[in-house]
T-cell receptor
Framework: GAVVSQHPSRVICKSGTSVKIECRSLDFQATTMFWYRQFPKQSLMLMATSNEGSKATYEQGVEKDKFLINHASLTLSTLTVTSAHPEDSSFYIC?????????????FGPGTRLTVL | DAKTTQPPSMDCAEGRAANLPCNHSTISGNEYVYWYRQIHSQGPQYIIHGLKNNETNEMASLIITEDRKSSTLILPHATLRDTAVYYCIVRGPTDSWGKLQFGAGTQVVVTP
């Protein structure tokens, strides 16, 4: 089946540094990808919609200047957490829908665990 | 506002059927019911979805009541690997495609 990969799977960084997370659709093209964030013992929260060739769309309350999204190709979206702080520590998950009609073909990546010291 | 209500947790014995309820009393006629699950520290996995009729696939069965106000996900023979958080999601064709709103879900623990 279709696969979405994320890299890195885990990252630990110092406060104030920037971290880039990659999301790749391995055997299908995705003009749109989604980025979610999940804090411990909480549900997934949609952060933004990544659009190939155009600006990302951010959910209310998500700082676009802090969470930079680049969707440079049909198989790659990147999320950069700029000037990371401990409160940004979370599990970041991307997804790519394979169909306009049914989310049954929406594929999720394995997630990236970010820890900011 | 949450479109679905699920019990926070449920235990199930290995080999037995697990019946996971979901209440979606405000569902509209063109909205689908989707089920995903998330095993600890992994990305969510699609299970099944339906509109009106009951559905079955290799993973589970979905039973939707006639008035569509509730549904039940059935795992016919639960295994330890089915331990996960199960999310019931209501999504309509007019919702931004591919965009899913996750609720709190049900933590299912399958015990030996």
């Amino acid at each position: 089946g279709a696969v979405v990969s994320q890299h890195p799977s885990r990252v630990i960084c110092k406060s104030g540094t920037s971290v880039k997370i990659e999301c790749r659709s391995l055997d299908f093209q995705a003009t749109t990808m989604f980025w979610y964030r999940q804090f411990p013992k909480q549900s997934l929260m949609l952060m933004a919609t990544s659009n190939e060739g155009s600006k990302a769309t951010y959910e209310q309350g998500v700082e676009k200047d802090k969470f930079l999204i680049n969707h440079a190709s049909l198989t790659l979206s990147t999320l950069t957490v700029t000037s990371a702080h401990p409160e940004d520590s979370s599990f970041y998950i991307c997804s790519a829908p394979g169909s306009r009609v049914h989310a049954d073909t929406q594929y999720f990546g394995p997630g990236t665990r970010l820890t900011v010291l | 506002d949450a479109k679905t209500t699920q019990p926070p947790s449920m235990d199930c014995a290995e080999g037995r059927a697990a019946n996971l309820p979901c209440n979606h009393s405000t569902i509209s006629g063109n909205e689908y019911v989707y089920w995903y699950r998330q095993i600890h520290s992994q990305g969510p996995q699609y299970i099944i979805h339906g509109l009106k009729n009951n559905e079955t696939n290799e993973m589970a069965s979905l039973i939707i009541t006639e008035d569509r106000k509730s549904s039940t996900l059935i795992l016919p023979h639960a295994t330890l690997r089915d331990t996960a958080v199960y999310y019931c999601i209501v999504r309509g064709p007019t919702d931004s495609w591919g965009k899913l709103q996750f609720g709190a879900g049900t933590q299912v623990v399958v015990t030996p």
